[in-house]
């Protein structure tokens, strides 16, 4: 899809967004009607000519035609808005960036308002490098259509070029609940969760992705990491909690079992160069457990651990 045909359809969205008022423009305005009377002035007359002439080279996607027209028509009128933004689609669609944030921005000064001006101008900030300045343009067009997935798409591709992984994921997540059939969306906000490190919400996606996309290797494949990293954060939590108990009462026999259970999963679970200390944590648990509970049921499963461990943490 070309950057025109997406600033059509997101100008396209927009009409509906602004209940009472008359729809909007399209990105690309159309030419002057033949029905309407022409400006008296030779000049005026003359400019709306070839912004009518640029504007149609532009739906036919003569580029360089439409900027040279629409160019010309600014020199007659520079107050010609509908010349102004279309002068910006033409440029941006030519792959210059920097003329076009000029002819949006001249288009805003003409129309403030003016939405899919804005639009074009966050579009033209994005392609030009200018990221957090694009986010700071497209944030602005939010509350009028907050239900426009490409515009949220955008400010999710921009906030993660600027390192802004969980304000990423959030603009995916809205994006999916306007699009909720769509597994690939739902694969991306996984990606964003996970890099954000919000497990449950990475996890939530995949599933919902994996679900709406069996097939999909990938999706089922990051399922399985993120259970994986869900497990070892159970774990870790798990450790910290039973490690906070036998501090508050050292001879808390069960805990000290519990524990010892817990730092083996951590050492089938970490690295291998953190295995061996784990497992002597382990087996000091144990040993504990025997001294405060000797009688105790598990005693002899925690003599079986110890057995068991002595051996992998000799030197």
């Known amino acids: ?75 007659l009128d520079p107050t010609l808005v509908d010349a102004q933004h279309n002068l910006g689609v ?12 000029e002819a949006f921005q001249r288009a805003l000064e003409l129309a403030p308002e003016r939405a899919e001006s804005r639009l074009g101008l966050g579009m033209a900030l994005r392609d030009n490098g200018e990221s957090a300045r694009a986010i700071t343009v497209l944030t602005q067009l939010v509350p009028g259509r907050p239900d426009d997935p490409q515009l949220r798409l955008m400010l999710a591709e921009l906030y993660g070029k600027t390192g802004q992984s969980r ?19 739902r694969f991306r906000l996984g990606l964003a969760a ?32 993120v259970t994986g990293e869900k497990v070892r954060a159970l774990v870790d939590e798990k450790v910290a909690a039973y490690r906070r108990a036998v501090e508050l009462r050292p001879d808390l026999a069960d805990a000290h079992y519990h524990l010892g259970v817990a730092y083996i999963q951590q050492a089938q679970l970490g690295r291998v160069a953190e295995k061996r200390a784990l497992l002597q944590l382990a087996l000091e648990q144990f ?15 925690a003599g079986h651990n110890i057995r068991a461990l002595e051996p992998q943490v000799k030197d």
């Open 1 to 75: 899809m070309s950057r025109l045909l997406a600033l059509l359809l997101v100008a396209a969205a927009a009409a509906g967004a602004f209940g009472a008022e008359p729809p909007a423009a399209p990105a690309a305005a159309a030419p002057s009607g033949a029905g309407s009377a022409p400006p008296a002035d030779p000049q005026a007359q003359e400019a709306l000519q070839r912004y009518n002439g640029g504007t149609a080279a532009l739906q036919r996607r003569e580029l360089e035609s439409a900027v040279s027209q629409l160019r010309q028509a600014l020199r």
């Open 90 to 101: 033409a440029l941006l669609e030519l792959g210059q960036p920097l003329a076009a944030i």
């Open 167 to 185: 304000a990423a994921a959030e603009q995916l997540g809205e994006a999916a609940r306007l699009l909720p059939n769509d597994a690939a969306l």
């Open 194 to 225: 996970m890099e954000a490190g919000e497990l449950d919400w990475a996890l939530e996606a995949f599933r919902r992705a994996a679900a709406l996309n069996p097939a999909d290797a990938d999706a089922q494949y990051n399922l399985g990491v």
């Open 287 to 301: 040993r504990l457990f025997q001294r405060y509970a000797p009688n105790d049921p598990k005693a002899a499963a």
